[in-house]
């Protein structure tokens, strides 16, 4: 069993940044995968970017390429998501997940999310 907390969501203006951290506790394998997903009112969910536990692998949606990074700390169980250069239209609750391969589908944990709200 793996729960997920997420953490460092907010209130920002357009262009600023904003560190998400999600929290895992119980245990993660070298070949898990976690990721960050988000909805924004009225719209579906989206993938944002995801992660290999080990880091030998990272994936982009197109939408935040060059100015999202996901990074992990195995020492602190956590995964990050550092966003720059936000966007109105990143405003969305996002979503840490774990599972064993990138799409939603195959997430097994879900966090229960944290707001970003981009002011324009």
């Known amino acids: 069993q793996v729960q997920l907390v997420e953490s460092g969501g907010g209130l920002v203006q357009t262009g600023g940044s904003l560190r998400l951290s999600c929290a895992a506790s119980?245990?993660?394998?070298?070949?898990?995968?976690m990721a960050w997903f988000r909805q924004a009112p009225g719209k579906e969910r989206e993938t944002v970017a995801g992660i290999r536990w080990s880091g030998s692998i990272t994936s982009y949606a197109g939408s935040v390429k060059g100015r999202f990074t996901i990074s992990r700390d195995n020492a602190k169980n956590t995964v990050y998501l550092q966003m720059n250069s936000l966007k109105p239209e990143d405003t969305a609750v996002y979503y840490c997940a774990a599972g064993s391969a990138f799409a939603a589908r195959n997430m097994d944990y879900w966090g229960k999310g944290t707001l970003v709200t981009v002011s324009s």
């Open positions: 119980g245990r993660l394998f070298s070949n898990s995968i």
